[in-house]
C-alpha cells in the first residue's frame, strides 16, 4: 500500500472515490452520500486548490481509502473531511496509516488542531436520544460505544472529544466534535 495525491484529472480514482464514499458511508450514514452523483460532487471538491486529498492505494492503483482536508482559521486548523476505507478492508490499518499521512500533511502546511465532526445518527452512543442541555460534560465523559460508533477509533489515535453539537442531525442525533494538536 502507498499513499499518494490524486490529482483533479485522475478519473480513475474520481470513479472509485465515489463509490467508496457510497459504500463505505451506506451501512450507518446513509443519507452523507446516498447517490453516486453526491459522492462524485463531494470527490470533486476535495480535489480543488487548497484542500488535502490523499489516497490509498494498492499495487495496481486500485483505491483502498482516502481522507480529506479543509483549511479553517487561516491554516491553524484543518478538519479532517472525510475518511473513508472500503469497508472489507477497515480494521488493517489503512485508516490508521491514513490519518497519520493526514496530520504529516497539516503539519507542513503549518496547521496546529485538526478537528472533525462524527455523527452519531444512529443511536451508536450513548449521547443519543437524550436531553445533552443537561450535565452535557458528565455525559460526554462518560460516553459509551454501543454500536462500533468510530468515535474510539479517532481516540485511539489521539483525538479527544471538544464538543458536542446537539440535535445536530434532528432531536436526539449529535455531532460529536473531536480535535488533536499537531504542532
Partial sequence: MKITTPQPTDMKFIQQAA???VDAFHEH???AWSTFEEALQEVNEMLEAGRICRAAVDE???LLGMIGGISQYDGNVWELHPLAVKPNLQGNGI???LIVDFEEQVRARGGLTIT???DDENS???LSNIDLYENLWDQVRNIKN???HPFEFYQKMGYIITGVVIDANGRGKP???MSKKVA
Fill in 19 to 21: 463509490q467508496l464514499l
Fill in 29 to 31: 450514514w446513509p443519507e
Fill in 60 to 62: 495496481d492503483g486500485n
Fill in 95 to 97: 485508516g490508521k496509516a
Fill in 116 to 118: 472533525l465532526g462524527s
Fill in 124 to 126: 451508536m452512543t450513548s
Fill in 146 to 148: 454501543l454500536k462500533r
Fill in 175 to 177: 455531532d460529536i466534535i
